[in-house]
Each structure stands twice: as structure tokens, then as C-alpha cells.
């Protein structure tokens, strides 16, 4: 039985890996809280900021936590992939592939 357009991109794809858009080498900016008081006090990532080949003083993007490794610091260069959407997302978004050493000319 054939199907409309709407019920063709209601259903879901066959897995298959995110469309890449874009590839990057980016500084990734942590942004933290504080919670609780003493010896329990434990921090939490909200989000990192992206800072491309714009340099600072452009308007960052935002990635989730959930997209990035884990790293010490607040501040790391990843490789970056910005992906189709899809996974949850309605807008094409950001995520980290790699660490990596600091271009040379950052």
C-alpha cells in the first residue's frame, strides 16, 4: 500500500551514520557550575563553546557534553564533525571526533 510524504519522513531511517557536513580542527570551551558547599561539592558541565577558524571574537556554537570525550581542563582542540540531523536533534549540530594539539598558528 503506497504511503504519503508525511508518513515517509515520520518514519525512521535504517541506522546509518550522520550525514558530515563540515570537519575542523576547533578550541572547545568548557562552561561549568558549582554545586553544593565543602567536601561534597561536585561541578557539572553545562555545555563547551566552539570557537572555529573566526578566532574569539566571533559568536561561538554550542555543543553538548554528551558529543565531546572527556578531557582535563576547561579548554582542549578537538577535530570536529558538524552533522545532519537527526538523533534528536532538528538542527544540524556539533561533535567531537578527536583531541588534538593546538594549530600553529592559533
Keep these: 500500500m503506497p504511503t504519503s510524504r508525511a508518513e515517509q519522513r515520520a518514519r525512521p531511517r535504517a541506522s546509518r551514520p550522520p550525514r558530515v557536513y563540515y570537519r575542523t580542527v576547533a578550541r572547545l570551551t568548557r562552561v561549568a557550575v558549582d554545586e553544593g558547599y565543602g567536601p561534597g561539592k561536585t561541578r557539572r558541565t553545562l ?49 567531537a571526533v578527536r583531541q588534538t594539539e593546538a594549530p600553529a598558528d592559533a
Design 47 to 95: 555545555h563547551f563553546l566552539l570557537h572555529t577558524h573566526l578566532g574569539l571574537g566571533s559568536p561561538p556554537d554550542f555543543v553538548d557534553p554528551e558529543n565531546v570525550p572527556d578531557f582535563e581542563g576547561d579548554v582542549a582542540w578537538f577535530e570536529m564533525e558538524k552533522v545532519e540531523r537527526g538523533n534528536g536533534h532538528t538542527w544540524p549540530w556539533w561533535r
